[in-house]
């Protein structure tokens, strides 16, 4: 039954109705069918601390339109969706509410007793982004849900690090990492952000043992880790310095003696050629111990301050301590020259303090054997990225890889499962809890206090979520998936773990396709932060403007991997192209009423040139919806479907047919065009669903249709038959008339209303054949009473306005248009009143005052002034001697 729309659209009457609609009919639910194909994309599990913001909504609304369009393809098309437990920011937030709330710390309650307070944390908080994602319209099999920690995530987890264990690829060893002083955890080398700061190069004087006046010169940017300094290297091929190879070096302050040591690592060109080595406070320094048997002095403590290894610095904050060693250093005479220095300093990405890296005993992977196949894969084609430039990129990052620490000092997350017995030592690694050590039998056993890195769980995500280690029925049916969307950020952090893990752990690689999203910036092309307060909140703009128009506004212009700059009018054309869908649907259903198709003998139709016209633009448009759809090209496809139901459909279509629906002598024809105007509307719709999902529904619904629903009713396809290269050309040569007699109707400033006489010239037969076919809708369109189509031209009328477009010569007598006098004495007023604005600009530009002293963009408006003035001026003496002629 056809029912009318209301006369504007409320996007908050319709998205909630429908999406609860959607749910309780389970249309998201994916099934185990063998008799279709499966398709798969995991949802990239946001943190269960996360707030929807305008890169999750790009993320989603990029999955979901890919799902969609899957679904309506006859996929069994599964979209898991889940949450990640995210070990830091989680525990942080914990922390910090215990605070508030009970005005204790975590250590004070004790680790039972905080995971207690963090589980119930998340039962309270832990799904706000998943019922913001539900906002967004995402059509995710919410039935299968997982959570990195639930019971199956975990077992998983387990099986991983045991495997890994036994295959002798994870060990634990005291190795340099990436601390962070404020989160007191280990963080991974993806972890950290670099950032340029401005800073300061200290040259110190470290002397020669044995000598009065010899010494070498050690530039650094933190002097206070030279307390730990255990050698000095130059490069063995320096002749400044090879003399002093072996030689031994008086640590300032510290009177230790350190040897100096030949190291190819030493950068000859910086600095002074000397490098201090401190191999627990450096990385590159730490290898360099390694290769030279030097010890490990940690002078700098987990919470960034001085050791007792630090002398007299002990407990001081690390910046207090470089403060006041450089102090003594000047006083003492070792302290050369300072100079200013820009430089990359790491931060912790969650907390934004600078790392300290430190020597520590923690758990590792190691990465060459698992990094090896994963390159491969890459290389193969296996997995793919779009772009393709981020192939590069990936490559690069593994074939370079180093290994990773995957130990977290924090208490909420994965706890290694190690356990240590306390009498006789031994290390148990074990997939289940032992009552007993498996060497003496005690029962006194100890579990490692860490937890494993979040992305260590994350990186199982494709195939843990799915059952495995067990063959679960959905494992073996939906994986591996087929596609990842996720944005560049985390290619090191996740991607490139999943690709590893996977292929280490099930012997396939996670998904075919990885598509990289660029990021969402402000409109200066700036990063939205809190800190910068440019940020805008999703859930604001769906609250005002819908759903369909934030999903539409992040896809126009999208392109793979580039960044999009978030545009307030961007939002308002996307919210018009709803009104202007909504308006011609409700137009279309209007003129239906309770017309009947039923009956319908198609034979009987009498399509004209405009219906055999859409019907093609609707074909080719749906080929190129799916053309673009399986490049992943999201703004392309965009756009196709905006011109052609802005443009085609709603400006072009809807008034060619107005005069046949306004008639009652063709029956007929009048159904004819009912049937088209409504079969194309709702194809149109069902090619439109996977992107504006809610105004979809809501119109297809009022429509005459079959089924449930849109989003499982059939993908349109292409029917060859209704292609025609005929149509679509003979239409664009009417449309071109019909703008050219408008603009010239614009030019002169006609009257909307009033209707003009015009001469048609074609060029060639063709063109004749075709402007007799379109005269009614020149004739309606353009509003031209007396239209006259010639073979020849004699005589052109006096007074007339002439252009050719498209092999049709148009001849538009001005006399019926205008009152020549009037627009004669109206031009030479605009003309007067142009000159008069250009002699103004121009005489600004020759006061040197102006120009001198005025702001630069004041003086590039008059200059831009007068460039616009002049060329009006010229349109306006051109049309006045035409018009005079």
């Known amino acids: ?131 913001q994602l539900k906002k967004l319209g995402s059509s995710c099999d919410w039935s299968r849900e997982r959570f990195t920690m639930d019971e199956g995530c975990s077992r998983a987890v387990r099986e991983v690090f045991v ?44 002397p020669v043992k044995g000598s009065d006046d010899e010494y070498v010169v050690v530039a650094t940017t933190r002097p206070e880790t030279m307390l730990g300094d255990t050698a000095v290297a130059v490069h063995p091929d320096d002749e400044r310095y090879k003399h002093l190879i072996g030689k031994t070096l008086i640590l300032p302050i510290m009177e230790r003696e350190i040897p100096v040591v030949a190291d190819e690592h030493v950068d000859k060109e910086f600095g002074t050629g000397c490098v201090k080595v401190t191999p627990a406070h450096d990385p590159n320094d730490f290898e360099i111990g390694l290769r030279h048997n030097l010890p490990q002095i940690k002078v700098i403590d987990d919470d960034a301050t001085m050791t007792e290894e630090a002398g007299k610095y002990y407990g001081m904050d690390r910046y207090e301590c470089r403060q006041e060693l450089v102090k003594e250093l000047e006083a003492l005479g070792y302290l050369v020259k300072v100079e200013d220095h820009t430089h990359s300093v790491g931060h912790c990405y969650r907390c934004g303090t600078v790392i300290e890296p430190l020597v520590s005993k923690q758990w590792f992977v190691k ?3 698992l990094a090896e196949p994963a390159i491969k894969a890459v290389k193969e084609g296996k997995t793919r990225f779009v772009p393709e430039r981020f192939t590069k990129i990936y490559l690069n990052w593994m074939e370079n890889i180093r290994d990773w620490c995957i130990s977290r000092q924090l208490w909420w997350g994965h706890r290694i499962p190690v356990w240590y017995c306390q009498d006789c030592g031994e290390v148990i690694v074990s997939r289940e809890d032992p009552a007993q050590c498996t060497k003496c039998n005690s029962t006194n056993l100890k579990q490692d206090e860490d937890v494993l890195d979040t992305w260590f769980s994350s990186a199982l995500w494709p195939f843990s979520t799915l059952g495995w280690p067990d063959k679960t029925e959905d494992l073996e049916y939906f994986y591996p998936t087929d596609v990842l969307v996720t944005g560049r950020d985390i290619i090191f952090f996740w991607v490139a773990r999943m690709i590893f893990s996977a292929i280490a752990q099930t012997g396939e690689t996670p998904f075919h396709t990885v598509v990289i999203h660029g990021l969402v910036r402000d409109a200066e092309g700036r990063k939205m932060s809190k800190s910068l307060g440019n940020g805008v909140d999703p859930l604001e703009i769906i609250e005002k403007f819908g759903a369909d128009t934030l999903r539409f506004t992040l896809i126009t212009g999208n392109a793979p991997g580039n960044d999009m700059r978030w545009r307030q009018e961007k939002v308002e054309a996307s919210r018009n192209f709803a009104n202007k869908i909504w308006n011609a649907s409700r137009f279309v259903l209007m003129n239906l009423g309770d017309e009947d198709f039923s009956d319908l003998n198609l034979d009987e139709l009498k399509l004209e040139l405009a219906d055999r016209w859409i019907i093609s633009r609707l074909n080719r448009t749906i080929a190129e919806v799916n053309s673009n759809l399986e490049k992943y090209l999201f703004g392309e496809a965009a756009a196709a479907l905006y011109d052609y139901i802005w443009s085609e459909f709603c400006d072009w279509y809807i008034e060619l047919i107005k005069p046949r629906l306004y008639q009652d002598e063709d029956p007929v024809a009048k159904k004819t065009a009912l049937y088209v105007v409504t079969t194309v509307l709702e194809k149109t719709l069902r090619l439109l669903h996977p992107f504006m999902p809610f105004i979809t529904e809501e119109i297809w619904q009022a429509l005459p249709h079959e089924g449930e629903s849109i989003m499982v009713v059939d993908w349109p396809e292409v029917n060859e038959d209704e292609l025609s290269d005929e149509a679509e050309n003979d239409m664009t040569v009417v449309m071109d008339v019909i703008r050219s007699i408008r603009n010239i109707r614009s030019e002169m400033k006609v009257n909307p209303g009033k ?110 002034k007068v460039e616009k003035y002049t060329a009006q001026l010229k349109a306006l003496e051109e049309r006045l001697a035409e018009l005079k002629a």
């Not at 039954?1 to 909630?16: C, G, H, I, N």
């Not at 340099?176 to 300061?200: Q, Y």
């Not at 209707?755 to 509003?783: Q, S, T, W």
């Open 1 to 131: 039954m056809v029912r009318e729309l209301s006369k504007t659209y409320d996007p908050a009457q319709v998205e909630e109705k429908w999406y609860q609609y959607w749910m309780e009919k389970g249309f998201f639910r994916a099934e185990v069918d063998h008799t279709r194909k499966p398709y798969t994309i995991m949802m990239p599990p946001p943190n269960i601390t996360g707030q929807l913001h305008m890169g999750h909504a790009l993320d989603n609304t990029l999955q979901d339109i890919l799902i969609r369009w899957r679904r309506m393809q006859g996929y069994s098309a599964l979209w898991l969706p889940g949450t990640d437990h995210a070990s830091i920011a989680t525990e942080v937030k914990v922390v910090e509410h215990i605070k508030e709330t009970e005005g204790v710390t975590k250590e004070e309650l004790g680790r039972e007793e905080f995971l207690k307070r963090a589980w119930a944390w998340k039962e309270e908080y832990g799904g706000r982004i998943t019922n």
């Open 163 to 206: 495997r890994l264990y036994e295959k002798g690829l994870i060990y634990q060893g005291d190795y340099i990492v990436n601390w962070c002083p404020e989160c007191k955890t280990t963080l991974s080398d993806v972890e950290v952000e670099h950032e340029e700061k401005e800073g300061k190069l200290w040259h110190i004087r470290y």
């Open 367 to 369: 990465m060459k054997p």
């Open 755 to 864: 209707k003009i006489k015009a001469i048609l010239h074609p060029m060639d037969e063709n063109r004749m054949e075709i402007v007799k076919k379109g005269a009614d809708y020149i004739a309606d369109l353009a509003r031209v009473e007396d239209l006259k189509i010639v073979a020849e031209l004699a005589e052109k009328p006096a007074k007339s306005s002439t252009t050719v477009v498209n092999g049709v010569e148009v001849i538009l007598p001005l006399a019926d248009m205008i009152d020549l006098d009037k627009e004669i004495e109206r031009l030479e007023k605009e003309i007067e009143k142009t000159v008069s604005e250009i002699e103004r600009a121009r005489n600004k530009l020759s006061n040197e005052g102006f120009v001198n002293k005025a702001p630069k963009h004041l003086v590039e408006a008059e200059r831009e």
